[in-house]
């Protein structure tokens, strides 16, 4: 087997951005996606020296002694899958108000570290917050995509590419994770699921005291089933023995340990019509596809399984484009009591609001629109342009600021 190829991620130019001024940074995101690989990289080249609580002597010295720890550290330090010493975070505090250093101290973390229940301080105002995700698309091509510029900018011309056809479900099914991207398929799945395996035995044990731990992997199979759906606790509820606030307990802990993603309804005040019921969202579709026991030639051969994965996908692809930005976007899905929906809504900042629709199909019509309309109605003077994203070959413009645009453009685009 190979090692993982070490890609040029997105989101580094904001690292290093973020260590010129900023005391403390913190890297956070699902094990494996690359975290500690960007941080050392970065970091040896600006003078950290690393330490991961992933060490049992480490871990121990922290936990027995975090201020005598923080104090004993070089003046620059990396410090890897720091959730595991929420212990640390006070003391951190304490030393950059003693000494406010620029790129002191640079941290990762496998779970969503400002939400562990045990953290009394924020290090708000000291520290800069960066989420990586699994590999983007555009970061596999080695090529920077400028799909989000013409999103919200220069717009798209008309052209062909060839279809992706069977390539569509390959990529989905590979999903992003770095180590598995190496693997054969079938070893592929084998990995996702010990993945699975061991965040459950380490980050989930750690974050919460949970009676039936081994329901979290069966939660996790039926949310890869309901991705792209509107959250429906009751639904994932139903197999178990365990109570629906209970249930929703365990997608706010999934969430917690990058697994999943809610995904917020957008919505108007003026609008009563709007449903504002999120969505559920796996964190990876190679993940999902582990998780359901399918592969690449099971998704060309089902319409059915492959459409809610491909929107997951897209709306994935995204976020992890959007994560290397100045720019802040927020992603949001819209849907009305008429049934008119879009997959994703892009806000950037209070003005412009952008759509993206996913079809599997190879062509389009007036009729694929009918969402992206009623959310150009709904949101007036603020939106930009509304896209219908498919597997078909030619980008073309259906009047109105809508667009047909091949889905290869989402991380071809140039």
């Given at each position: ?186 070893r592929r799945g084998t990995w996702y699921r010990d993945y699975i395996a ?103 051969s089902d319409r059915d399984l492959l459409g809610p994965l491909v929107e ?103």
């Amino acid at each position: 087997m190979e090692a993982p190829r070490l890609y040029a991620r997105l989101v580094q130019g904001r690292l290093i951005a973020a260590l010129a001024d900023s005391p403390v940074v913190l890297i956070h995101g699902p094990r494996q996606c690359g975290k500690t690989t960007l941080a050392r990289l970065t970091g040896d080249r600006q003078g950290h020296r690393y330490f991961t609580f992933d060490d049992p002597v480490t871990y121990a010295a922290a936990r027995e002694d975090p201020a005598g720890f923080v104090d004993d550290l070089p003046e620059r330090a990396i410090l890897d899958e720091v959730q595991r010493v929420p212990e640390l975070f006070s003391s951190i505090k304490t030393a950059v108000d003693r000494r406010r250093t620029p790129g002191r101290f640079l941290l990762t973390g496998s779970a969503n570290v400002l939400l562990v229940p045990h953290l009394s301080d924020s290090l708000a105002g000291r520290m800069e917050i960066l989420l990586l995700h699994p590999l983007a698309q555009a970061e596999l091509a080695e090529k920077p995509s400028a799909f989000l510029d013409a999103l919200f900018q220069r717009g798209f011309k008309t052209r062909s590419k060839p279809r992706l056809g069977r390539e569509l479900g390959e990529r989905v099914a590979a999903g992003g994770y770095p180590a598995a991207l190496v693997r054969s398929e079938p070893r592929r799945g084998t990995w996702y699921r010990d993945y699975i395996a061991t965040i459950v035995q380490r980050d989930v044990r750690a974050l919460a005291r949970i009676a039936a731990l081994d329901a979290v992997p069966r939660l996790l199979s039926l949310a890869a089933g309901q991705t792209a759906r509107l959250l429906n606790v009751s639904d994932l509820a139903a197999p178990f023995r365990l109570s629906r606030p209970t249930i929703r307990d365990y997608v706010t802990l999934l969430e917690h340990v990058f697994l999943i993603d809610i995904l917020a309804p957008w919505h108007n005040n003026r609008l009563s019509r709007l449903i504002k019921t999120p969505k559920l969202h796996i964190g990876d579709t190679g993940l999902a596809c582990a998780l359901l026991g399918i592969d690449a030639g099971d998704l060309t051969s089902d319409r059915d399984l492959l459409g809610p994965l491909v929107e997951t996908f897209v709306f994935q692809e995204l976020r992890r484009q959007a994560s290397g930005r100045d720019d802040m976007i927020g992603f949001y899905h819209f849907r009305d009591k008429e049934g008119a929906e879009v997959d994703v809504v892009m806000e950037r900042g209070v003005r412009e609001i952008v759509g993206v629709e996913v079809k599997t199909g190879a062509t389009v019509t007036a009729a694929d629109f009918r969402g992206l309309r009623k959310l150009k109605e709904a949101a007036g003077r603020r939106f930009v342009r509304g896209i219908v994203l498919y597997d078909g070959e030619t980008s073309a413009s259906f009047g109105d600021d809508l667009h047909a645009v091949p889905m290869r453009d989402l991380w071809e685009s140039r």
